[in-house]
């Protein structure tokens, strides 16, 4: 399943990672990531993102658009139920 492939992908690429891939729209085409590492602490948001993207980059041939929400152990706590977890 492509959820799980960028799951997997994402958890390879990121120290410490702890990642959720949805399907909102049901379409396997337009999906969010949230993703919450130690390995983010101290690093500006772009570069969060770019950890991220250069995993995945190759599933792009497959997704069209990919949501991304990163974060930091602490922030995520503070923010989750922002967003339903």
Known sequence: MILEKIKSKIEKAVPDATVHVLDPMNDGQHLQAFVIS???EG??????????????????????????????????????SQYGF
């Open 38 to 40: 130690s390995a983010f």
């Open 43 to 80: 690093l500006p948001v772009f570069k969060q993102q770019q950890m991220v993207m250069t995993a995945i980059k190759d599933m792009f041939q497959i997704v069209h658009a990919l949501g991304l929400k990163t974060f930091t152990p602490v922030k995520w706590n503070e923010v989750k």
